[in-house]
Nanobody, 121 residues
Framework: QVQVVESGGGLVQAGGSLRLSCAAA????????MGWYRQAPGNQRELVAF???????NYADSVKGRFTISRDNAKNTVYLQMNSLKPEDTAVYYC???????????????WGQGTQVTVSS
């Protein structure tokens, strides 16, 4: 019923930038919170940033001042602009959306398949 697809990952040198996108498609009524998570090898998945339906944002301390999350409600898309990238930012990045399907009252979490970000030193 709903597909969530990330794009924009890749290989970049330390200090560089990348912009991730995540778009949802399907029987969508509305989308509440949207978030980006990441998981490095051997580590647990961690929250990087999220944005509410009203536009309020929150960031992990490790990315504050370097990453910016934004959303385009008309496109059912969330973005993550990543600047001043560091080798420790290397991970698979996942987006998660709290999506309310058409004719439903409550949302459910939908995850994307992940996109690899590799930062070389």
């Amino acid at each position: 019923q709903v597909q969530v697809v990330e794009s924009g990952g890749g290989l970049v040198q330390a200090g560089g930038s990348l912009r991730l996108s995540c778009a949802a498609a399907g029987s969508i009524g509305s989308i509440n919170d949207m978030g980006w998570y990441r998981q490095a090898p051997g580590n647990q998945r961690e929250l990087v940033a999220f944005i509410t339906s009203g536009g309020s944002t929150n960031y992990a301390d490790s990315v504050k001042g370097r990453f910016t999350i934004s959303r385009d409600n008309a496109k059912n898309t969330v973005y993550l602009q990543m600047n001043s990238l560091k080798p420790e930012d290397t991970a698979v990045y996942y987006c998660k959306m709290d999506i309310v399907l058409i004719l439903r009252l409550r949302g459910s979490n939908y995850w994307g398949q992940g996109t690899q970000v590799t930062v070389s030193s």
